[in-house]
């Protein structure tokens, strides 16, 4: 059984354009090769793109938004470094793509929540991701996701996916616990970079600037408390 089509691999049409995609994105550590050969990226591309669909590029899903090219999402989850149990929060969550990605990392044990602002990408990404077969099933709220009060520490690791000024909100640290990552692409001036921060005991620490990106600038009011 095939679990990114839900049937046998030869009745899955996009089956080696995924495998493709894979080797094409050079060598990547085997939980990550594996995840993206695990989730069909082409159920979270709109049906008129679907010949796009494991093109290394991203593709527009709705208004000012995108699914990230395959390359730089393996980057994003090459620095988060997901762990088996991890519970992770991803804000600008778009098409559940990631989700979808994450929830194979994190596993069974493991806890991934998906924030968007968009109430038409919130509805869809979660009847796609109802529809696979993952080792947990990813919950999507409305929103941004800025102001998250179920207690300090509630996750191990932050993926934000929309390109974000500072100062980064306080909230943000206080979500994820000692140790944990915050991987977001980081606007200063003119250029974005894929930034990677550790939470310290005070706050975020050991700041790690990545390769550049282009990602939909954060939009909308502040969200709601999740």
Not at 63 to 80: D, F, K, N, R, Y
Not at 169 to 197: D, I, K, N, Q, S
Request: hydrophobic share 40%; net charge positive; charged share 20%.
């Amino acid at each position: 059984m095939n679990a990114s089509s839900g049937g046998p691999a030869h009745a899955d049409p996009f089956a080696r354009a995924r495998s493709q995609m894979v080797r094409d994105l050079g060598p990547l550590p085997s939980d990550i090769a594996s995840a993206l050969e695990a989730v069909p990226r082409e159920r979270f591309v709109p049906p008129r793109l679907l010949a796009r669909a494991y093109e290394d590029d991203p593709l527009p899903i709705g208004p000012e938004a995108t699914i990230s090219a395959p390359g730089m999402v393996a980057v994003q989850l090459q620095s988060a470094k997901v762990f088996p149990g991890a519970r992770v929060l991803e804000l600008g969550s778009g098409s559940g793509y990631v989700l979808a990605l994450l929830a194979h990392l994190a596993g069974p044990g493991g806890t991934v929540l998906g924030v968007e602002i968009e109430p038409t990408l919130v509805e869809s990404s979660r009847e796609v991701l109802r529809s696979l077969s993952l080792p947990t099933t990813p919950r999507v709220l409305p929103g941004e996701g800025d102001e998250p009060t179920a207690g300090p520490g509630r996750f191990d690791r932050l993926l934000v996916s929309y390109a974000q000024r500072p100062p980064l909100p306080p909230a943000w640290a206080a979500a994820v616990v000692a140790g944990g990552r915050l991987v977001l692409p980081l606007t200063e001036g003119r250029e974005t970079f894929l930034t990677t921060f550790t939470r310290g005991t005070a706050g975020w620490e050991d700041r790690r600037r990545g390769v550049p990106c282009l990602f939909v600038a954060r939009k909308g009011p502040p969200p709601r408390r999740i």
